[in-house]
């Protein structure tokens, strides 16, 4: 954690809050319909019923190489894919917890609203930590957007079923909590006024 690695340089010591630190890119060729599962594990990051999609996949109306134009991260993207019968929902578990919240890029050219959500637990159990509702921001998901999804708690999942069928995900990644960012900064400040008076 970045963080606690500049408190422990600095002599401090490190902030008490859990929050599993990632980046979730996708950067990688996936292969159509391969599910990302378990691909982000080495992180503390696992998914249910998120396909990877490899720009140039050759969907839509676009030339091949063009479908996810201006992702973050260019070569790949997340994709909720859900059958309705047998996959019914999906999840980002994250077992160490993400505390303060989540953030990522979206791209959906849908005309109806999705929602995420944090929980507590694992799979969507526990309690709900807060929500996020989104809009169509694309034609053809080649314009992305940042969005911040906050909650007050330690988030072990989000619930991804909102966003099924019609919405690209990129570059989540957690959010530290501000009130522990701040104690570390003013900690910080504190350690460089001693060692410049003495």
Same mark, same amino acid.
């Given at each position: 954690?970045?963080?606690?690695?500049?408190?422990?340089?600095?002599?401090l010591? !490190?902030?008490?809050?859990?929050?599993?630190?990632?980046t979730? +890119?996708?950067?990688?060729?996936w292969?159509?319909?391969q599910?990302?599962d378990a691909?982000? !594990?080495?992180?503390?990051?696992?998914?249910?019923?998120?396909?990877g999609?490899?720009?140039g +996949?050759g969907?839509?109306s676009?030339p091949d190489?063009?479908?996810?134009?201006?992702?973050?991260s260019?070569?790949?993207?997340?994709f909720v894919q859900?059958?309705?019968v047998?996959?019914?929902?999906?999840?980002?578990n994250?077992?160490?917890?993400?505390?303060?919240g989540?953030?990522?890029?979206?791209?959906?050219?849908?005309?109806?609203?999705?929602a995420?959500s !944090?929980?507590?637990?694992l799979?969507g159990?526990?309690?709900l930590?807060?929500?996020?509702?989104?809009?169509?921001?694309s034609? +053809?998901?080649?314009?992305?957007?940042?969005?911040?999804?906050?909650?007050?708690?330690v !988030?072990?999942?989000?619930?991804?079923?909102?966003?099924?069928?019609?919405?690209?995900? +990129?570059?989540?990644s957690?959010v530290?909590?501000?009130s522990?960012v701040?104690?570390?900064?003013?900690?910080?400040?504190?350690?460089?006024a001693?060692?410049?008076?003495?």
């Open positions: 954690m970045k963080l606690a690695t500049l408190a422990l340089a600095l002599g010591s !490190a902030p008490a809050f859990a929050s599993t630190t990632f979730v +890119d996708f950067e990688k060729s292969d159509y319909g599910m990302v691909s982000y !594990a080495a992180s503390g990051v696992t998914f249910t019923n998120v396909m999609l490899s720009n +996949d969907l839509g676009l190489g063009a479908y996810y134009a201006g992702a973050p260019p070569q790949g993207v997340g859900l059958d309705g047998v996959n019914t929902a999906a999840y980002m994250v077992a160490g917890g993400v505390e303060g989540l953030r990522f890029f979206y791209s959906s050219p849908s005309d109806v609203s999705f995420i !944090a929980y507590s637990g799979n159990t526990g309690t930590l807060g929500t996020i509702n989104l809009t169509a921001n034609a +053809d998901y080649t314009t992305w957007t940042q969005a911040v999804l906050t909650f007050g708690g !988030a072990q999942s989000f619930d991804l079923t909102g966003a099924a069928n019609v919405v690209g995900l +990129d570059n989540i957690a530290p909590e501000p522990s701040a104690m570390l900064l003013a900690g910080a400040t504190l350690l460089l001693r060692r410049r008076r003495g």
